[in-house]
């Protein structure tokens, strides 16, 4: 098999491969490399890792840090804590576990159209170039597929597409990058700014590990440091608004249009708020640069030592009740917005829920049937609940599904 450098995908040795198997047969390559994972699948999270790590890398790179290097995994598992990223690489790992290939992003994030990848593969010649001379081959890069990047963050070439794919995720055309486009990319953005280019910096440096606030329980902690600096959240939305304006030389309210679906068209008061899931990667960083410049936030380095406030509740700071600080520890390993905490503490519905938070109804159902059932007996412990609260409801639902 080839050397794989950090931040090559997998797929690449897989087209690899099937060039020297003549190009005869797409499931013997892929199975070369992965196994048999059925379905033609990209699998660009990385599911069976183990024989493809043993098959890329023998005994010398583990199965966790081939996920880290070489999958999408070492990408979207930095905005979940650090528990619940363990728990989804162990997922990934074990084959004997299924459906683990987005768990527990894809539950959480609940735009239509919204995915984690690009249906189209993507290559910066730039990067080929240094593929070619470093390597001998050209390989695909992880972030090169990632959605709301349209430029490579290396080196700032705008990424062209060289093969067409759908947005079911069957596999892509086994062939390695070329550096001819067929179709040039639809780029919502030409004008270099600094904003842009400390957005691109992110990505490498949420890849390589160095930016420990996105992860979801330190990113809730900073917007409520930030909300407190700035004195309420409305100060903080219209204050981050303007640093992006000037930073992006384009209204704060045009970032949407700009990286798309991956951005919310409120997503400064909905990171604010807590109205988002950790899968929104980029909004985050967007909102991240933003607080650099200002210098709002502390250093990056040894980031989650010093996060010790407790959550913004309407503007307030306030000491987390334990049904709150349950609910919020359950919340976060799963992915859901942390804005549905003192609700669910209250023992609201979720349409009520839902309409005082803008979650909507549906993903606050999930969120409640997403909740480990013991922690949801010891939520009974604390204080007195409603015969028709959501706790109670739900408890006799999954006792009567036992029964059953």
């Keep these: 098999m080839p050397h794989l450098p950090p931040g090559t995908l997998i797929f690449s040795a897989i087209a690899w491969r099937h060039l020297l198997n003549g190009g005869n047969s797409c499931a013997k390559s892929v199975e070369e490399v992965y196994g048999h994972i059925g379905g033609g699948k ?71 159209g919204f995915r984690f990848s690009t249906a189209d593969l993507r290559s910066c010649k730039t990067c080929l170039m240094h593929d070619l001379e470093e390597l001998g081959f050209p390989t695909w890069r992880i972030h090169h597929v990632l959605p709301p990047l349209h430029h490579c963050p290396f080196h700032g070439d705008a990424l062209a597409i060289e093969i067409k794919g759908n947005i079911g995720g069957r596999m892509w055309q086994l062939k390695l990058p070329t550096g001819v486009a067929i179709e040039k990319s639809s780029l919502r953005f030409e004008a270099a700014s600094n904003g842009y280019v400390a957005y691109m910096r992110s990505w490498i440096d949420l890849f390589e590990g160095n930016l420990p606030m996105i992860a979801a329980d330190a990113w809730a902690h900073c917007m409520d440091l930030v909300a ?30 700009i ?18 899931a950790p899968g929104r990667v980029a909004q985050k960083l967007v909102i991240l640069t ?92 604390h204080g007195s609940w409603e015969a028709d609260s959501w706790l109670a409801k739900e408890l006799l639902r999954r006792r009567e599904a036992k029964t059953n």
């Design 259 to 276: 990286l798309g679906i991956h951005v919310q068209r409120d997503f400064l008061r909905s990171e604010l708020e807590h109205r988002t």
């Design 290 to 381: 933003a607080c650099d410049s200002l210098g709002i936030l502390p250093a990056r380095g040894g980031f989650p030592e010093q996060l010790s406030m407790p959550l913004l509740s309407n503007g307030n700071v306030n000491p987390l009740r334990a049904r709150e600080k349950l609910l919020r520890g359950s919340l976060l390993a799963s992915g859901f917005p942390l804005a549905m905490v003192p609700g669910l503490a209250a023992g609201d519905t979720a349409f009520a829920i839902g309409k005082r938070t803008g979650v909507h109804r549906h993903q606050v159902q999930r969120a409640i049937a997403g909740l480990p059932t013991v922690a949801l007996e010891e939520l009974s412990d």
């Design 228 to 257: 407190a600096h700035m004195g309420s959240v409305d100060n903080a939305v219209r204050e981050l608004s303007k640093q992006l304006t000037q930073s992006w030389n384009s209204p704060a309210d045009r970032l949407p249009d």
């Design 42 to 112: 990209r699998n660009l999270f990385g599911e069976r890792v183990r024989f493809a790590a043993r098959a890329l890398f023998g005994q010398s790179v583990s199965p966790e840090e081939v996920l880290r290097r070489h999958t999408l995994f070492g990408i979207y598992s930095r905005a979940l804590p650090p528990q619940a990223a363990e728990s989804w690489a162990a997922a990934l790992v074990d084959e004997g576990r299924k459906n683990s290939a987005h768990t527990p992003l894809l539950v959480s994030v609940s735009s239509k």
